[in-house]
C-alpha cells in the first residue's frame, strides 16, 4: 500500500515537472517571436538601412546631365537643355508645382520625363533617381497633374479665329495654290494600354491587343491642337470624330466659315471636313506599287495624302519620343490618358520652343504612313448635325479645288 502510494506520488511530480517545462519552453518561443518582431520593426522603421545608397543621389545626377555635354539632356529627358529649364519655370511659376524638402523642380521634372523617354520605368527609376518607389510614385503624379493642368493651356490653336493661312502653306509651292483656306489635319492613332480582364473586349483593336483610340487634330506644324484619349480600342475612327464634334464641353476648335480640315477615307466629308475621293488610289505606298500618278482625280489625291499625313508624322514623332506609349505601366486606366495627353502636350511645347529640333527634321523626311485670300467668317461656337447638303457642297467645293490641279504629275 505505502509502496503504491509512493509510486503515485513519484508519477504526480514527475507530469508537474514536465508541464513546467512545456510552459517554459512556450514562452520562451513567444519571447522570441515577440522579439524578433520588434527587432524587424526597429530596423526597418526606426533604424532604417537604406536600399537605395548610391553616392550618385538623383539630384546629383541630374544636375550633372544639365552641366554636361547637350546631347546628355536630349538622350535622357527628349528635349535640349534650355527647352528643360524653361519647362521647369512653367510648370512651378503657372501649375502649382513644388520642390519638396528632399526634391528640387528639376529632378521632379527630370524623373518625369526620364520614366517617360526611357524603358524600365518605376524600378529603373527608383535605381537611378535613389529614392523609393512610393517617393518616385508621388512625385510622377504630382508632374503629371500639373502637366494636364498645362495641356489646356498648349493643346489648342495659337490663332482660334484661324484668320491667316498657315506658313508651312503659303511657304510650299506644292500646297499653296490649293490648299490656302486649310487649317490642319484630324486622325485616330490607337496606343496600347493596360486594362481589367473584364473589359479587356471592348478594348482589342484590329491589331488584337487592348488599346485605346485616341481622336486629335493638328496644325501644319505638327502641333496638336484638340487632343481626346480614352476611347475603347474596338471603337471606330468616324464616331469618336462625330461625338466630339456634338459635345461642346470638349471645346473642339471647330472651322470659321471658308475655313475647314483635312481628313482622310476614313471619315465622312462633309461642310468644313475634306475627305479624298473613294475607290482611288491614296496613300503614299498604293502610289509607289503602282502605275504612274494621271488624272486630276489621283493627283488631288495624292497631294490630299501628303499634306494630311502631317498628323501621322506628328503621332510618329510622339511615339518616337515618348516610348512610354507603346509599353504603357499598368496604371488605372484615367492615369493612362492623363499620360497620352500630357505627351502631346510636351510634344507641343518642345516643337514651339524649338524650331530645329534634328528628330522633327528626320522625321519629316522619313514617315510614309501608315493668291486671294477667302474672307474668314466668325468662329462657329455652336454645331449642327451635317445632312446631305452640307456633304454636297464639301463634295461641290472638292470638285472645284480639283479642277485646279494638273493631270499628272
Known amino acids: 500500500m505505502s509502496s ?11 507530469n508537474d515537472s514536465s508541464s513546467d517545462d512545456d510552459d517554459h519552453i512556450t514562452k520562451n518561443k513567444v519571447l522570441m517571436f515577440v522579439v524578433a518582431n520588434v527587432t524587424n520593426y526597429f530596423m526597418k522603421y526606426v533604424v532604417k538601412n537604406p536600399c537605395r ?5 538623383g539630384h546629383r545626377w541630374v544636375s550633372e546631365i544639365l552641366n554636361g555635354h547637350l546631347i546628355r539632356c536630349y538622350q535622357m529627358f527628349r528635349m535640349k537643355k534650355l527647352v528643360f529649364l524653361e519647362l521647369c519655370d512653367i510648370l512651378e511659376t503657372k501649375y502649382n508645382l513644388n520642390k519638396t524638402r528632399n526634391v528640387s523642380i528639376y529632378e521632379q521634372v527630370g524623373l518625369f520625363l526620364y520614366m517617360f523617354s526611357q524603358p524600365g520605368f518605376v524600378h529603373n527609376c527608383e535605381e ?4 523609393s518607389g512610393e517617393t518616385i510614385s508621388r512625385h510622377f503624379h504630382n508632374v503629371l497633374e500639373a502637366v494636364c493642368m498645362f495641356a489646356k493651356d498648349i493643346i489648342k490653336p495659337v490663332d482660334p479665329s484661324f484668320r491667316d493661312t498657315p506658313d508651312e502653306i503659303l511657304k510650299d ?11 490642319g489635319a484630324i486622325d485616330g492613332t490607337h496606343i496600347r494600354v493596360c486594362v481589367p480582364s473584364h473589359l479587356q473586349g471592348v478594348y482589342i483593336g484590329r491589331k488584337g491587343y487592348t488599346t485605346t483610340n485616341v481622336m486629335a487634330v493638328c496644325d501644319f506644324s505638327m502641333c496638336f491642337t484638340f487632343v481626346w484619349a480614352g476611347w475603347e480600342g474596338s471603337e471606330h475612327d468616324t464616331k469618336i470624330f462625330m461625338e466630339a464634334l456634338r459635345k461642346p464641353a470638349l471645346h473642339f476648335p471647330h472651322p470659321p466659315q471658308g475655313k475647314y480640315y483635312l481628313v ?7 461642310m468644313s471636313f475634306l475627305g479624298p475621293y473613294m ?3 491614296y496613300h503614299l505606298p498604293q502610289f509607289r506599287i503602282g502605275p504612274r500618278i494621271r488624272g486630276r482625280v489621283e493627283v488631288f489625291n495624292y497631294y490630299h495624302f501628303s499634306l494630311q499625313s502631317t498628323i ?14 507603346g509599353n504603357m505601366p499598368p496604371f488605372a486606366l484615367k492615369t493612362q490618358n492623363q499620360i497620352i495627353v500630357a505627351c502631346m502636350a510636351i510634344h507641343n511645347f518642345i516643337q514651339r520652343n524649338d524650331k530645329s529640333d534634328g528628330e522633327f527634321d528626320s522625321l519629316d523626311e522619313d514617315i510614309d504612313s501608315d493668291e486671294d485670300e477667302s474672307e474668314v467668317g466668325p468662329s462657329i461656337t455652336t454645331w449642327e448635325e451635317p445632312d446631305a447638303q452640307s456633304t454636297l457642297q464639301m463634295e461641290r467645293f472638292r470638285e472645284s479645288l480639283k479642277n485646279m490641279f494638273p493631270t499628272r504629275i
Do not use: V
Request: proline share 4%; with cysteine.
Open 4 to 14: 503504491s502510494l509512493s509510486s503515485n506520488d513519484s508519477s504526480l511530480s514527475s
Open 53 to 57: 545608397d548610391s553616392s550618385m543621389t
Open 128 to 131: 537611378r533617381f535613389q529614392h
Open 173 to 183: 509651292a506644292r500646297y499653296r495654290p490649293y490648299f490656302r483656306d486649310c487649317i
Open 264 to 270: 482622310d477615307s476614313g471619315y465622312p466629308t462633309f
Open 279 to 281: 475607290k482611288t488610289r
Open 312 to 325: 501621322e508624322r506628328a503621332f510618329g514623332l510622339c511615339k518616337t519620343r515618348w516610348k512610354i506609349l
